[in-house]
């Protein structure tokens, strides 16, 4: 089970990934052909289409710079991220762009250049081609194009896929209601564990458990917020409750921490234990911020689910969810559900209706013994 989530993590992961890669050299390649009208470098590659159009040419060219920019984003992992050194990976970056700016000029002068003369590296140095100023022109939009790529990219990891485009076309700078699921998920006795390990190891436990949320992505969640040791994550109304996704992505993740409890045991002395609390309702979404802006959710909603999360300590469970989420979940059979009853958390002066949810244990069948 955990190779298997772990497979559609990264398949997941990757087909956003070229997803974004596609939309943005597409628009950066055409919009570079509208600006200049230089065709040069869109040339039929070893006449590998079958037909020489320049339209065609710029559509393959953005799906093979989609596909390598796919496989460095898998490359470039943030688990590879955090255990090199920062500098090193911007200079590979940076190496990386402008070879593959170098590839395409010198593809496009040479199209149907053979492979056996490239590997010979004198006969190479006779077919490079001579730069002139459109070469550096594209040289230079390229590499710019690779830098705004990622920055892109990384705003578009950090606020969500739909508040992306809700963000980019401008509908957040007027707040609107959405219906949505909030999970609050916490490190039990963090405090405990930060005293004994050091701020230091503890902040790479944090690393690691935020690495192995990732699962969460799987039942279509998408972390909000990173709060310390804990999170934020949401889910839109129907994805949330459709096939309880809500509820199996908190297991999964505990089910990853468990598959990894080797390794937890091993760097840092124990497996951390997790809390959640559940809620679904309307909220507000907003920009907020003039010099620094974010992506806001503001509503009684978020606030429940911060106090359901909190109630677990006082409940002793792992998981709680309000009684308005157990009504909107249409398939209960595959769920242990029990009523705590009406609960009056911190801040409310109304009582909230709580469920404990836990996942049932299939019982193997046992063999019959066949008597001779």
């Not at 194009?145 to 896929?161: D, H, L, W």
């Not at 840092?268 to 679904?280: C, D, I, N, S, T």
């Not at 909603?301 to 909107?328: D, F, H, M, P, W």
């Amino acid at each position: 089970m955990f190779l298997k989530e772990k497979i559609k993590i990264w398949f997941a992961q990757s087909l956003k990934s070229f997803r974004y890669h596609l939309i943005f050299w597409n628009i950066t390649l055409f919009f570079y052909l509208f600006l200049t009208g230089d065709k040069s470098v869109f040339v039929n590659y070893h006449d590998i289409l079958p037909q020489d159009a320049l339209l065609t040419n710029a559509l393959f060219i953005s799906l093979v710079l989609s596909l390598v920019f796919t496989f460095l984003d898998v490359f470039f992992s943030e688990r590879m991220m955090r255990l090199s050194p920062i500098r090193n990976m911007i200079f590979l970056r940076s190496l990386l762009y402008f070879g593959l700016g170098f590839s395409l000029l010198f593809l496009a002068a040479n199209k149907n250049l053979d492979l056996r003369i490239i590997i010979d590296y004198p006969t190479f140095l006779k077919y490079l081609p001579d730069i002139e100023l459109q070469h550096i022109r594209f040289f230079v939009y390229f590499y710019l194009a690779c830098i705004a790529n990622g920055t892109f990219r990384e705003m578009y990891k950090k606020i969500g896929v739909g508040n992306f485009f809700n963000w980019f076309f401008g509908r957040l700078n007027k707040p609107s209601e959405e219906k949505k699921i909030f999970m609050f998920i916490d490190m039990k006795s963090s405090t405990t564990k930060a005293e004994v390990l050091g701020h230091k190891k503890f902040s790479h436990l944090v690393q690691d458990v935020f690495n192995d949320m990732s699962v969460l992505y799987n039942y279509h969640g998408e972390i909000y917020q990173y709060l310390g040791d804990g999170a934020i994550v949401t889910w839109e109304y129907r994805k949330g409750v459709r096939d309880n996704n809500c509820i199996k992505a908190f297991y999964a993740f505990l089910r990853v921490i468990e598959r990894r409890s080797w390794y937890y045991r091993r760097k840092y002395g124990e497996v951390p234990q997790f809390k959640a609390g559940l809620h679904m309702g309307q909220v507000m979404v907003l920009q907020v911020g003039s010099i620094r802006r974010d992506i806001s959710y503001n509503g009684d909603t978020i606030n429940t689910a911060a106090r359901i999360e909190s109630a677990c300590n006082e409940y002793k469970q792992n998981l709680l969810i309000s009684g308005v989420l157990y009504e909107a979940l249409s398939d209960k059979k595959e769920l242990n559900f029990k009523e705590v009853g009406i609960i009056q958390l911190r801040g409310k002066k109304r009582g909230v209706l709580l469920y404990n949810v836990k996942l049932k244990t299939r019982k193997k069948k046992r063999k019959k013994k066949i008597e001779y």
